[in-house]
């Protein structure tokens, strides 16, 4: 597998560590790789502007001018589908990296076995990307990339897809959760939940990163969280 990976640090010590540490990693893993590093937001941007082939980013929260969060909105906006990894000393962020679906934190200073388990993770989370479900509608068929998909419903003899589109066809959950893979939560009788997705979860639903808010059945709360945790 190749993968494309820029860090976005002004700290020149921070940047030349992670390149050291990406590069173990890739050579570990088997991944032919390409690191770039910029000093800023507006550099990276400049760069981004003309080759989108960026996988993974490495991204400072706390830059001179444009700062992490703002160029990770920025990014989000403009629907780049990149994995986004904050490196940063705060932890005032969290919350809101569910804004710009962030992968994952990695606090200052970076331990090498916590980011080589984040990497592990994008990487996984890429090939992902590729894998899609086959939905057989009446005459038609759809190929849907799983990590596309929000959340699935069914009411009575029909499935809802929620993905970048919408898709209903007759079918069973069962049918469309057997090509799913361990991303995917089955809450209940009548919705599958992309673990991915899920920014909040509560005793009665999940609210996704999209805002929206999907219910749950009885009892589904402790087995979610434990899928959760487990996930991240």
Not at 184 to 192: H, L, N
Request: proline share 2%; net charge negative.
């Amino acid at each position: 597998m190749f993968l494309n990976i820029a860090i976005c640090d002004d700290d020149s010590a921070v940047s030349e560590y992670l390149e050291h540490e990406v590069s173990a990693w890739a050579d570990r893993a088997g991944n032919a790789w390409k690191i770039s590093s910029f000093p800023s937001a507006e550099a990276f941007l400049f760069d981004y502007s003309e080759n989108k082939s960026v996988d993974v980013l490495l991204l400072d929260i706390e830059m001179p001018g444009m700062n992490g969060m703002e160029l990770a909105r920025h990014l989000r906006d403009a629907k780049a589908a990149l994995q986004i990894i904050f490196i940063t000393g705060y932890s005032d962020y969290i919350f809101e990296g569910y804004d710009v679906s962030a992968l994952h934190y990695l606090m200052k200073p970076v331990s090498r076995d916590k980011l080589w388990s984040v990497l592990d993770r994008a990487a996984a989370l890429l090939e992902r990307s590729e894998k899609k479900i086959i939905l057989e509608g009446s005459g038609t068929s759809s190929l849907v990339p799983i990590s596309e998909i929000r959340y699935i419903e069914v009411i009575g003899n029909y499935v809802t897809v929620y993905a970048d589109r919408q898709y209903t066809v007759k079918a069973t959950l069962a049918s469309i959760e057997s090509q799913l893979d361990e991303a995917f939560f089955r809450a209940g009788r009548s919705y599958i939940i992309n673990l991915d997705r899920v920014r909040r979860a509560a005793k009665k639903e999940v609210t996704l990163t999209t805002g929206e808010l999907v219910p749950l059945a009885r009892g589904v709360y402790e087995k979610l969280m434990n899928a959760i945790i487990n996930r991240r």
